[in-house]
């Protein structure tokens, strides 16, 4: 089985949605929507930076080795990305969809080549609609990702119109929410057509993730032992994740527990972060830290009593499976998808994306509440593993490429 993706050749989502591929003998063919560099074990590499995405970044960098808050602001290009953020989303909006002919042209040229038994977009934008400039004899499943639909589908009507066109295009239709495929067919995926809710990281392995988190926890000496450990996984996600909520929270909690700790990842010379920590006084009791590997972020999750993802345009965040995967008390913004695995007070908490102040209740009762953190942390193990262990998801997604070649 041959199976081109079109997908951010940098996410770990991607890499290891390949490695679970190349564990069922799928012949892998990669077409990366980023720059970045090849990776191991594929059959092809292309670059196809559509609606600029070569203009884009992600911050990445090792943990570091003792508490910082500051780091020098970036004055690159990337740093005028990461500042001026939302302005560059928005015209993504509007000048993307001009790209998309261009490698719409190159990608058939090297698929008419390659001749896959089927074409898989991890995404809507820009993926998806690239996928769809694809001649319709190749088999075409197109991935939702959580604000695909609630909020990029919205950001022009230019964006709204092609989203349609890529539903109508595509002949299966993958999410990690039961609402997103819900949404896909309001949006013009047809109700006959296959569909699969699996989670977007390609599962999880209990055992392996628990062994390394476990292994990396002795690395983690630069943590003060008396303080409560609070993670923000989730970086900047404008239009998506709610920043300004989770900061605002943050005098709340110390109010009440000064030896609170918080620990933001990707957040490491980001102005609006460096802006939020000076404004709101909190330089001593928050760590921001660069993007980190997935491998790292396991062990602080064990670390952390709670996990904070205040989402308002969310699918099932992979941050949030692993932490639930590590006991860490899960703590998200109260949206569709995010209640198909959180029931409040049972295994996590929900919170208004919009209140500081419901964050920090939630974020204190998980300090103050052992016998609760202990209750959702076994509820939610048994939950990865009838739900996203790695060997459920891989035999789904086998069956679903089967399924999508032989139609």
């Not at 898989?120 to 001649?135: K, N, Y």
């Not at 970086?235 to 000064?258: E, H, M, Q, W």
């Amino acid at each position: 089985m041959k199976i081109l993706l079109i997908a951010d050749g940098r996410s770990p989502i991607t890499l290891r949605w390949i490695e679970s591929m190349r564990e069922d003998n799928i012949d892998v063919y990669l077409a990366s929507s980023y720059p970045c560099a090849r990776p191991e074990n594929i059959s092809g590499f292309y670059l196809m930076p559509v609606a600029f995405a070569n203009f884009s970044h992600k911050n990445t960098g090792p943990a570091p080795a003792g508490p910082t808050t500051a780091a020098p602001p970036p004055t690159t290009r990337k740093g005028l990305v990461a500042r001026f953020r939302g302005l560059f989303m928005r015209m993504r909006y509007i000048l993307g969809p001009f790209t998309l002919p261009y490698y719409g042209f190159k990608l058939n040229r090297i698929v008419n080549k390659i001749k896959p038994d089927a074409v898989h977009a991890l995404r809507i934008p820009f993926e998806g609609m690239l996928g769809a400039q694809l001649s319709a004899k190749y088999p075409l499943a197109v991935s939702i990702w959580g604000n695909d639909l609630t909020l990029h589908a919205k950001g022009s009507w230019m964006m709204g119109e092609i989203t349609k066109a890529t539903l109508r295009r595509a002949d299966a239709l993958a999410a990690d929410a039961a609402r997103d495929i819900r949404l896909g067919k309001l949006w013009g995926f047809s109700e006959k057509k296959q569909t699969l809710v699996i989670p977007g990281n390609g599962g999880i392995s209990l055992s392996d993730i628990r062994l390394i988190a476990e292994d990396g926890l002795s690395g983690l000496n630069w943590l003060p032992r008396d303080h409560h450990i609070i993670i923000n996984p989730r970086g900047f996600r404008p239009g998506s994740v709610r920043n300004d909520t989770f900061f605002k929270s943050i005098p709340y909690v110390l109010a009440k527990v000064p030896n609170t700790l918080f620990l933001c990842c990707s957040m490491a010379g980001q102005p609006e972060a460096l802006e939020w920590v000076r404004q709101l006084k909190i330089e001593k009791s928050v760590i921001l830290l660069p993007t980190l590997k997935q491998t790292d972020l396991w062990p602080l999750f064990a670390r952390a009593e709670a996990s904070v993802s205040v989402s308002q345009h969310d699918g099932t965040p992979n941050s949030l499976l692993e932490a639930m995967s590590l006991g860490c008390f899960p703590i998200a913004g109260d949206i569709e998808s995010v209640r198909e695995w959180i029931v409040p007070g049972e295994n996590g908490i929900l919170i208004d994306p919009d209140s500081p102040e419901q964050l920090a209740n939630a974020i204190l009762c998980a300090i103050g509440n052992e016998s609760l953190r202990e209750q959702a942390a076994e509820k939610n193990r048994q939950l990865i593993l009838t739900r996203a262990e790695k060997s459920v998801v891989s035999a789904s997604l086998a069956a679903f490429y089967r399924q999508l070649i032989g139609k």
